[in-house]
């Protein structure tokens, strides 16, 4: 056990348990902040992977943007619901567990049976720096990164509109009381 | 006129067309001359083709006229012919020539029925049938025949379908039971022709018996006779399967006559003697006919001693008459077979329609218990029945006389037991044949108002009868013995005689037949005219079986209880229980299942959205599984 | 160094954490969040093999799929707010109007 490999089980370790603790807290906000957790130590492990940048913007727009504004949200509308699974559905928190599992095991199973040889060619990574990343952007993957943008104003045109009161789709009145719940 | 024979067949079935589309527009005598005249018109070309035959040299008596090409598949050929011979000559005679005197009777007898036409119709039907039976040059077509002439007689016998009364039951099940009883001996022919194609590859008469000495061992010989067999004692009322034949007696009295006398039930003896060559192959089978053929004639004439109805009588002693016929043809004498079959069609299609005419004269009655004196009242047809009645108990010289003593007298070269049973039913034959005379037409009547009302019938149904009176009477020079015109005109057909008695046997069983029949008749007459106390005391010491004779020696409660009553309780199994339940029960299965999975399925659809991922969800982890361990 | 398929893992651990908590949990934000945890282990992923065959494509797709969930983030919640005006609860089993 190399001082790298006690590091990445360590840091693996808190990944893990952060991602059950957003999906089993019971309070929204925990799972905010447990998401938070996830994301910054996933921003390590990018460091240990050649990938500096990338943990940078990892740690600003995850962390610093996303869980901010998901924070926000929690903050505008509460988000009381407590209980995990409504008694409708009680059967799928099996199914989902179950199907959880099978996934997992399917996938590292093929990642134990594809994954022998070592890494490649990590010096050509340059460490992921902001140069490095930079120049394959902007000369290979030119067209995607315009196209990216133009996605980003779209989000924001959309955000705008479904931002506003008052708006065509919510005047008028409202729809009558929902139907009978449905059974499962 | 060879090439003509087909025309035998198209008149009757002209006539049939004909009455069927345009009878209504008819008057019914009309209906009644067409149908009539067809027949006759059929009878003239068989003479016709008896002509042509006897200009031909003995040996090429026998000749194939083709039709049309009628099955072909494969290695299969069947074609439609005739074979015109003297045996099918004989039989097509006999057919038309009795056929047409019944169908003449018939006009008068049928003449106040609303049904008149739909009868004339089935009547030309049946001879246009026995036609292709007897004329037809391949074990195929004379299977169309046999068929034909079932369908025919069923039509016939449950005539009068919407009665009932005490004697018949209902009149339709009479029908029923001819049918349903013939289709048992149907299955033995069908078989026994699947296993000629099969061994021999030709169902052709003439191919099958060129091939089978060479071609068949003796026991498929045997089998096949066995199965012939089976056929012929279901169409010629036979041990086991002649249970159908006194219920027939439901349907009119001119069909009794032609179908159950003179025609359709010979058609089992024509069949044997056509196929003799197989029998002469597989001897033990013929042996067995011969047997079947005694016994039934012995129980039959037993069994219409202690009869009451006329017509019953006479079924009996058709039966009785063809196990004779049975017999002959048994032991291989074809001749002398088809000989009695010849003379048995005159006398007993006499008896039947004298018969009809008492019936027609006492509106319905047949219980010879309420007649008595008849022939004070109906002097012809009293005259005609005693015509009939001498053929029937063989005194000497009347046509009975000679061809049933020809038949004993192959018998006893053959098995002396089985000739002296055969010798005795003949003593029983005379005396029910006279019983049957002297009960209703001798005597003091018993049922007054009966008697008043009694009539004689009108010309039309007299006259037929006296030419079958004539042919009754000369009818024994067709083959009398040592002159044998009949024999020698048969041998193309059915092959030499094998058994050469001498004339000191033949002299003596001829005086012996003779001395039968008188016994037999002075026993009938010392019973029911004078009335003698040794008589009635013969009578009485057999009392104790009476019981059991009267009742048909149960035979019909037997087949009833093992046979009726278990079919009809398996078909009402699967109409009560396999078909609502399984047949049934499978289709609505089907709609079941398709409901049920429907009702599971929807609830996919129950518009909650995390259901929707999870089934998303289920689809990935199934592709990936498929992807990694596929 | 860590070897490849240990990272690989990782991911599909919090992957599958991820995919479970979108199917079982009731509340709106919650299920977001867990959808953003499966993005993220997805960059691993792709982080990983960039590194495993030397070159940085696996890290440009990384970072187009955070401008894209960046993107995606801010939509849903103004989708989310939007809903919330007109009934209170973010309780997805009450939003079945898809239902027959």
Redesign the interface.
């Known amino acids: 056990m190399t001082w790298s490999m006690l590091f990445f089980v360590l840091v693996g370790a808190v990944s893990l348990a952060a991602a059950a603790g957003v999906v089993l807290s019971r309070q929204p906000v925990h799972s905010a902040l447990f998401l938070l957790t996830n994301f910054a130590t996933l921003a390590v492990l990018y460091v240990t992977l050649e990938a500096q940048f990338l943990a940078a913007a990892q740690v600003i727009i995850y962390a610093g943007g996303i869980v901010i504004l998901i924070l926000f949200v929690i903050m505008l509308i509460g988000g009381e619901t407590n209980d995990f699974v409504a008694r409708q559905r009680s059967w799928t928190r099996g199914v989902a567990l179950g199907l959880g599992i099978l996934l997992l095991a399917s996938l590292s199973y093929s990642v134990l049976q594809g994954f022998a040889q070592p890494p490649g060619d990590v010096a050509a990574m340059q460490g992921g720096i902001p140069e490095a990343l930079g120049q394959t952007l902007f000369t290979q993957y030119l067209l995607p990164f315009e196209l990216a943008s133009i996605l980003l104003l779209v989000a924001l045109l959309g955000a705008l509109v479904l931002g506003r009161h008052g708006t065509v789709a919510h005047t008028g009145s409202r729809p009558a009381s929902p139907p009978a719940e449905g059974d499962d | 006129m060879l090439q003509l024979a087909w025309l035998l067949l198209a008149f009757p079935a002209a006539g049939a067309v004909i009455n069927t589309f345009f009878g209504h527009r008819f008057s019914k005598p009309t209906i009644g001359w067409i149908a009539s005249g067809t027949v006759a018109a059929s009878f003239i070309v068989a003479l016709g083709l008896l002509l042509s035959l006897l200009g031909l040299p003995g040996e090429e008596r026998v000749v194939t006229l083709p039709l049309w090409e009628w099955i072909t598949i494969g290695d299969f050929r069947v074609p439609a012919g005739l074979l015109i011979d003297p045996l099918s000559v004989t039989m097509a005679l006999v057919v038309t020539g009795v056929g047409a005197l019944i169908h003449v009777y018939a006009i008068g007898y049928m003449f106040e029925d609303e049904r008149f036409q739909r009868f004339f119709v089935y009547l030309n039907f049946f001879v246009f049938a026995m036609l292709i039976l007897v004329m037809s040059d391949s074990f195929l077509g004379m299977y169309v025949g046999w068929e034909g002439v079932g369908l025919a007689s069923y039509l016939l016998i449950g005539f009068w379908f919407d009665k009932r009364d005490d004697t018949y039951g209902y009149y339709a099940d009479a029908g029923k039971k001819a049918f349903l009883v013939n289709r048992v001996g149907d299955f033995g022919m069908a078989l026994a022709i699947m296993i000629l194609w099969t061994s021999l590859g030709s169902v052709t008469f003439l191919e099958v018996f060129q091939a089978a000495p060479a071609g068949l061992s003796s026991g498929l010989a045997t089998v096949i006779a066995l199965l012939l067999l089976l056929a012929a004692t279901g169409k010629s009322a036979q041990i086991p399967l002649y249970v159908w034949l006194p219920d027939a007696m439901a349907g009119p009295t001119p069909v009794s006559a032609l179908i159950h006398a003179a025609t359709m039930v010979t058609a089992g003896i024509y069949m044997i003697a056509r196929t003799h060559a197989l029998w002469e192959l597989g001897p033990s089978a013929a042996n067995l006919a011969a047997w079947i053929g005694g016994l039934t004639a012995l129980m039959a004439a037993t069994i219409a001693l202690v009869q009451v109805d006329l017509k019953k009588i006479l079924a009996y002693s058709t039966i009785s008459q063809l196990g004779y016929m049975v017999m002959g043809v048994g032991v291989g004498a074809y001749a002398f077979g088809i000989f009695h079959l010849v003379t048995h069609a005159f006398f007993k299609a006499l008896l039947f329609l004298a018969a009809g005419n008492v019936m027609h004269g006492l509106h319905g009655e047949l219980d010879i218990r309420k007649m008595g004196g008849l022939r004070e009242k109906m002097p012809t047809t009293y005259r005609l029945f005693l015509i009939g009645a001498l053929a029937l108990a063989g005194f000497p010289l009347m046509s009975g006389f000679f061809s049933k003593d020809g038949i004993l007298l192959n018998v006893f070269g053959h098995s002396p037991l089985l000739y002296f049973i055969g010798l005795f039913t003949a003593l029983l034959t005379a005396v029910y044949s006279f019983r049957a005379v002297f009960v209703p037409f001798w005597g003091q009547p018993r049922d007054r108002k009966l008697h008043e009302q009694a009539h004689e019938s009108p010309p039309i149904m007299t006259r037929p009868l006296w030419v079958l009176a004539i042919l009754a009477i000369v009818g024994g020079v067709l083959n009398l013995p040592f002159v044998l015109t009949l024999e020698r005109w048969l041998e193309p057909a059915v092959g030499e005689p094998s058994f050469h008695p001498s004339l000191g046997l033949e002299m003596g069983l001829l005086l012996v037949s003779a001395v039968v029949a008188l016994a037999g008749i002075y026993l009938a007459y010392a019973r029911y005219v004078k009335e003698s106390g040794w008589a009635r005391s013969l009578q009485d010491a057999l009392g104790p079986i009476r019981p059991l004779v009267e009742h048909k020696y149960y035979v019909d409660e037997l087949y009833d209880l093992a046979i009726v009553q278990p079919l009809k309780a398996l078909a009402r199994w699967f109409a009560e229980v396999f078909d609502p339940g399984i047949i049934d029960g499978s289709v609505r299965l089907i709609g079941h299942a398709n409901l049920a999975a429907g009702e599971r399925l929807r ?1 996919l ?7 929707y ?2 089934s998303i ?2 689809g ?2 199934v592709l ?2 498929y ?3 596929g | 160094m860590v070897p490849t398929s240990y990272y690989l893992i990782l991911s599909a651990m919090i992957f599958a954490i991820g995919a479970v908590g979108v199917l079982v949990r009731r509340n709106a934000l919650i299920i977001l969040m867990c959808v953003e945890m499966m993005l993220n282990s997805v960059n691993l992923t792709l982080i990983a093999l960039s590194r495993q065959w030397g070159n940085l494509t696996g890290q440009v797709f990384v970072f187009m799929i955070m401008a894209v969930a960046a993107a995606e983030v801010a939509v849903g919640l103004a989708i989310l707010i939007a809903n919330t005006r007109h009934r209170e609860s973010i309780n997805i089993d009450e939003i079945h109007l898809l239902k027959w």
Request: avoid cysteine.
């Open positions: 609830r659809h129950n518009g909650l959205v995390p259901t991922a999870l969800f289920v990935v982890v990936v599984m992807l990694v361990f």
